[in-house]
């Protein structure tokens, strides 16, 4: 059918033709249905080998010493490399990738900011990442069905079980809760029988509802395993990194990342100043036609 300018859902018309137009339809359904969805050739492969070799040469450098993509065995386990949006400008690209970004605005709204944008770095060893669900933030159970937090997470390293994929429980977005201690095993004779592998080629993203139960596999390999972990949140969330105080000056540009400029809480209801609330929601006003009910 064709999708109109219905008045019942103004946000939703527009993010439904973006899917659409993107060929993510089926995807929509896999998120809808299981709780998270695969998205392959999400990047090119110029920009996963571009992203790979950027995270490689700022861990080498929080680090001090070099890495081996394909043989490393000292670095054992997982260390987060955070903050990374301002550390390249490529960085954009995967924040506002259009394979990727309708779908995390369907589960989050279109007013959604980016909470935080880094790389979980895995070596060989350890016990891989307990099960569960992002949906924390003081948030009780049970859970809300719609979805608080999302996760767009790229892989920039081919993804195996061995390699130390991540882990999903399908449907598990379903149960409204965060996983028992019995629940949450991965790996071993205690291993949670619901729990799958993603394997997918490097260039892939893996998108989930923020209740979907995951984890990582334990890498068994040498060798390296990087991602680049885009972590979304509605709002009202606070994010887990600050972006909207932090700008470089010449990070955003004027006419081409407006989008990007308000995943970076440009447009966030809260937080004004002497200004107060007014000038704090004009922008918002002059897009939508519209301003809170209680400003009248």
Not at 167 to 191: C, I, Y
Request: hydrophobic residues 35%; aromatic residues 10%.
């Amino acid at each position: 059918m064709e999708i109109g300018n219905w008045s019942a859902t103004p946000d939703l018309n527009d993010i439904y033709r973006e899917i659409r137009e993107q060929g993510l339809e089926s995807n929509l359904a896999e998120l809808e249905a299981y709780g998270f969805t695969v998205v392959e050739n999400a990047l090119t492969p110029e920009q996963t080998a571009y992203f790979r070799d950027r995270i490689i040469e700022i861990s080498e450098a929080r680090i001090g010493r070099k890495l081996d993509i394909d043989n490393e065995t000292e670095h054992a386990e997982t260390a987060f490399i955070p903050y990374l949006l301002y550390k390249d400008k490529r960085f954009k690209e995967s924040v506002v990738n259009p394979k990727t970004l309708p779908l995390v605005s369907y589960l989050l709204g279109q007013h959604c900011i980016l909470s935080s944008l880094g790389c979980h770095l895995k070596g060989p060893g350890g016990k891989g990442l307990l099960l569960h669900s992002d949906t924390s933030n003081g948030i009780p159970d049970p859970f809300s069905p719609y979805s608080h937090v999302a996760n767009c997470n790229y892989a920039l390293t081919d993804y195996t079980e061995a390699d130390g994929a991540l882990a999903m429980v399908p449907g598990s977005h379903r149960h409204f809760r965060q996983p028992t201690k019995w629940e949450k095993w991965l790996d071993g004779n205690e291993r949670y029988e619901h729990v799958i592998p993603i394997e997918v080629p490097a260039g892939s993203a893996i998108i989930w509802h923020g209740n979907t139960w995951h984890g990582s596999f334990p890498r068994k390999t040498p060798g390296l395993r990087i991602n680049l972990s885009n972590y979304f949140c509605r709002e009202y969330i606070a994010p887990q990194e600050d972006y909207r105080n932090t700008v470089p000056a010449d990070f955003l540009d004027p006419v081409e990342d407006q989008r990007l400029a308000r995943l970076l809480g440009s447009e966030l209801a809260y937080g004004w100043t002497d200004d107060g609330p007014l000038k704090h929601f004009a922008r918002r006003k002059e897009r939508e036609g519209s301003v809170p009910s209680w400003q009248y």
